[in-house]
């Protein structure tokens, strides 16, 4: 597959579309990528974006970074990459429990002892954000993507978050769509906001997990995005979002963890999504 797709656009109803391939929160499981890169070719994009934390939780670090380099993947720093790259011993994540933070440390413990120079200073390389600026009917409208929130590589931006919070973080931002990961559950919330006398709209757009859902559903879930030359912040259903899932070979991403140091527990919560 070429870096951005076939490069070529689809025709809906007499407008050409522009289809937008995200995904993240890969976490090292090679056999969800694998599969995840299959379901791609099939789907001619125009453009494909990683939003990060490509690492940890599993074994195969370094397959999973090559995989994305090779295909020439524009990728930002998720906080598990952040920490990895910087061969620190806290990955930025929140942990409830002393047991959750336990386990934990034995997953960067072995993402650090398992990945190779090479890898360590890609991560370290990688920007925070990529911000995409479109010239729809001479209009500005920008796409930006980040790992957790525009604030903070490691924020948690969920579904039921306060409506005014939200559009105040996309607002500040300046992104009238606003694509992320890092909860691993999916979601796309259409935000209507006054402005001018008019009422115009923002898009919040979770990707869901390739290698690691929390939503239990077990399979990868990626977004593949939608717009056109009419797109606009007008109308709410100019921005199209299609929520991919995409099996696997779940069995093997979860021995591969019961095999090795990692607590078995990982492996439970791949089978079951949580």
Known sequence: M???????????????????????????????LEAFFEDLSKQNVDAVYCLGDLVGYNIWPNEVINEIRKRGIPTIAGNYDYGVGRNSDDCGCFYKTDLEKEMGSVSIALTNELILDNERRYLRTLPAHINLEYQLNNVSFNLLLVHGSPRKINEYLFEDRDGKSMLRILDNANADIMAFGHTHKPYHRILAYESDGQTKYRHAINLGSIGKPKDGDPRGCYVILSINESTNKFDPDSVQSEFVRVKYDLEKAAKAIEESILPNAYADMLRKAY
């Open 2 to 32: 070429l870096p951005f797709g076939s490069g070529t656009s689809i025709t809906l109803k007499h407008k050409i579309v522009m289809k937008i391939a995200l995904f993240s929160d890969i976490h090292s499981n090679l056999p969800a």
